[in-house]
């Protein structure tokens, strides 16, 4: 309920009007309570008829009661001239235009004039035969008993206040308006009635003591909303000499770090606070820093927000933390695909390694790949680590294989043991795949890739022999070096011959 609009550089004459603007916004029944009169079927019998004149008197709309009052007068034939002089008073009631070419002092002596022609009616007893008329008149001449008469329809100590000042003193100056504030407060409350905490408020912007405004708010509401934004549109004013606090940062900004914080602990609202951080210049990205990281990952999609609000502020550790607590969890999961991705885009080399190896392991056990869509389109991801280009390239061969484009799938093979790109430890795993191109009818491997894979073949059996592998295990490993001894000579016979022919 608080609008300053400047009101400390308005002249006098111009405080009041602006007084006149914030009542009638925030007491607007009146037009609602208006329309239902006049919309009636016989307006001026209408139970409420008075207290919108009245009403509207109070709000100094003159215009608007005459317009109400003329249902009544034309009711009443007899009494038709005091309706007249009431509205003769009412319409030429002085209201002093800034934007004019009438002075100030023009202005107070008009006015003057005019109240004296109120008081004398009131001496003479003009309206003494409708008593709603003799009330309306003594309104006009500032009655004060007569005011707090309607209370009921003013409501509001501050309604009072500036009805008060517009028919006792409307050339009103800033300095001097919390002297007003202050009496009318006590002469609408009463001695027994103690200030709720919106009127020491009031009492505060009446006095144009900003600071005290943003301190009392931030006592009497339960939240940081109103004073965070009053401050900052105070601040956007310049309006508000803001002073550095003992850290460093200023009363605005403070403020709103605050609702911000406040804002991060909602389930849904959590994302409006980064908008509020990323307009405080000092403190606002390490509280979002903060924040951010206690923000529950709940899910995927969630995740997917907070990250891309890091991501677009290049806040690389939140990124990169945010991105491997998701995969640890989708590797709980056993969701390797989706590890995978959240690795990548954390760009952390030694998780990429750990699924990796848990890819391949996969394959070992099931004799297939899973997520053949992300294998298949790693790109130059799959330089983040050693193992995971493995990776890369060893779906690579699978799927040149599957494509029948032997050679290519020979080649590439070949590649991953001779530049140690395969860990020894899946050497036999690889060779054992090259057992199917070595049989086929067509010659695939040439001369020098059979000697070459006869190299990898016998480096790995001149290798420690493993002591924990079972007699069984051992008869597997012997049956599977013979096979691919004998499949490597057949090979080599062949492409010796073949080699050979194509040179004849």
């Given at each position: 309920?608080?609008?300053?609009?400047?009101?400390?550089?308005?002249?006098?004459?111009?405080?009041?009007?602006?007084?006149?603007?914030?009542?009638?916004?925030?007491?607007?029944?009146?037009?609602a309570k208006a329309r239902e009169v006049l919309q009636s079927?016989?307006?001026?019998?209408?139970?409420?008829?008075?207290?919108?004149?009245?009403?509207?008197?109070?709000?100094?709309?003159?215009?608007?009661?005459?317009?109400?009052?003329?249902?009544?007068?034309?009711?009443?034939?007899?009494?038709?001239?005091?309706?007249?002089?009431?509205?003769?008073?009412?319409?030429?009631?002085?209201?002093?235009?800034?934007?004019?070419?009438?002075?100030?002092?023009?202005?107070?002596?008009?006015?003057?004039?005019?109240?004296?022609?109120?008081?004398?009616?009131?001496?003479?007893?003009?309206?003494?035969?409708?008593?709603?008329?003799?009330?309306?008149?003594?309104?006009?001449?500032?009655?004060?008993?007569?005011?707090?008469?309607?209370?009921?329809?003013?409501?509001?100590?501050?309604?009072?206040?500036?009805?008060?000042?517009?028919?006792?003193?409307?050339?009103?100056?800033?300095?001097?308006?919390?002297?007003?504030?202050?009496?009318?407060?006590?002469?609408?409350?009463?001695?027994?009635?103690?200030?709720?905490?919106?009127?020491?408020?009031?009492?505060?912007?009446?006095?144009?003591?900003?600071?005290?405004?943003?301190?009392?708010?931030?006592?009497?509401?339960?939240?940081?909303?109103?004073?965070?934004?009053?401050?900052?549109?105070?601040?956007?004013?310049?309006?508000?000499?803001?002073?550095?606090?003992?850290?460093?940062?200023?009363?605005?900004?403070?403020?709103?770090?605050?609702?911000?914080?406040?804002?991060?602990?909602?389930?849904?609202?959590?994302?409006?606070?980064?908008?509020?951080?990323?307009?405080?210049?000092?403190?606002?990205?390490?509280?979002?820093?903060?924040?951010?990281?206690?923000?529950?990952?709940?899910?995927?999609?969630?995740?997917?927000?907070?990250?891309?609000?890091?991501?677009?502020?290049?806040?690389?550790?939140?990124?990169?933390?945010?991105?491997?607590?998701?995969?640890?969890?989708?590797?709980?999961?056993?969701?390797?695909?989706?590890?995978?991705?959240?690795?990548?885009?954390?760009?952390?080399?030694?998780?990429?390694?750990?699924?990796?190896?848990?890819?391949?392991?996969?394959?070992?056990?099931?004799?297939?790949?899973?997520?053949?869509?992300?294998?298949?389109?790693?790109?130059?991801?799959?330089?983040?680590?050693?193992?995971?280009?493995?990776?890369?390239?060893?779906?690579?061969?699978?799927?040149?294989?599957?494509?029948?484009?032997?050679?290519?799938?020979?080649?590439?093979?070949?590649?991953?043991?001779?530049?140690?790109?395969?860990?020894?430890?899946?050497?036999?795993?690889?060779?054992?795949?090259?057992?199917?191109?070595?049989?086929?009818?067509?010659?695939?491997?040439?001369?020098?890739?059979?000697?070459?894979?006869?190299?990898?073949?016998?480096?790995?059996?001149?290798?420690?022999?493993?002591?924990?592998?079972?007699?069984?295990?051992?008869?597997?490993?012997?049956?599977?070096?013979?096979?691919?001894?004998?499949?490597?000579?057949?090979?080599?016979?062949?492409?010796?011959?073949?080699?050979g022919t194509i040179e004849t």
């Open positions: 309920q608080l609008e300053l609009k400047g009101v400390t550089k308005s002249p006098a004459g111009s405080l009041l009007l602006q007084l006149l603007d914030w009542v009638r916004l925030h007491k607007s029944d009146v037009d079927d016989s307006p001026a019998q209408h139970q409420s008829y008075w207290d919108v004149v009245i009403s509207l008197v109070l709000q100094g709309r003159t215009d608007e009661a005459r317009q109400v009052l003329s249902k009544q007068a034309s009711l009443r034939a007899e009494s038709s001239s005091v309706f007249k002089r009431m509205d003769g008073l009412l319409q030429t009631m002085p209201i002093f235009n800034p934007t004019g070419t009438q002075t100030l002092t023009e202005f107070e002596v008009k006015w003057r004039h005019w109240h004296e022609e109120c008081d004398r009616c009131l001496q003479d007893n003009t309206f003494a035969s409708n008593r709603h008329l003799e009330t309306i008149c003594k309104i006009l001449v500032g009655d004060e008993d007569t005011l707090l008469e309607q209370k009921e329809l003013l409501s509001t100590w501050y309604h009072f206040l500036v009805t008060r000042l517009l028919f006792t003193h409307p050339t009103i100056k800033p300095p001097d308006l919390h002297y007003y504030a202050q009496s009318s407060m006590n002469m609408f409350l009463g001695p027994r009635a103690s200030p709720e905490p919106l009127d020491i408020i009031l009492l505060s912007a009446f006095e144009f003591d900003l600071h005290q405004v943003i301190k009392d708010c931030s006592i009497a509401l339960n939240n940081w909303w109103f004073v965070a934004h009053l401050t900052d549109l105070l601040d956007h004013c310049k309006l508000l000499q803001s002073h550095n606090l003992h850290f460093g940062s200023n009363l605005r900004e403070f403020l709103v770090l605050e609702y911000a914080s406040g804002l991060f602990t909602h389930h849904s609202l959590w994302q409006l606070a980064v908008d509020y951080f990323d307009h405080c210049p000092e403190f606002g990205r390490v509280y979002l820093e903060l924040q951010i990281e206690r923000v529950p990952l709940d899910t995927e999609r969630k995740a997917i927000k907070v990250l891309r609000i890091c991501e677009d502020r290049q806040m690389s550790e939140q990124v990169r933390s945010i991105c491997k607590i998701m995969a640890k969890r989708a590797l709980r999961n056993n969701r390797l695909g989706s590890a995978l991705s959240w690795t990548i885009r954390a760009k952390d080399a030694a998780f990429a390694t750990l699924i990796s190896e848990r890819f391949l392991q996969d394959y070992s056990n099931k004799g297939s790949f899973t997520d053949l869509d992300l294998l298949d389109n790693l790109g130059p991801a799959m330089l983040l680590s050693d193992s995971l280009t493995f990776l890369g390239k060893y779906r690579e061969f699978h799927r040149l294989y599957g494509e029948k484009r032997f050679s290519e799938a020979a080649r590439l093979l070949l590649s991953l043991m001779t530049a140690k790109i395969a860990p020894r430890s899946l050497w036999m795993t690889l060779l054992t795949d090259a057992l199917p191109l070595l049989e086929q009818k067509e010659v695939i491997f040439s001369v020098d890739q059979t000697y070459e894979l006869m190299s990898c073949l016998e480096e790995l059996n001149s290798g420690t022999k493993h002591s924990n592998l079972t007699d069984q295990d051992e008869d597997i490993e012997s049956t599977k070096t013979e096979l691919l001894r004998l499949a490597l000579a057949r090979n080599l016979t062949m492409a010796i011959v073949k080699e």
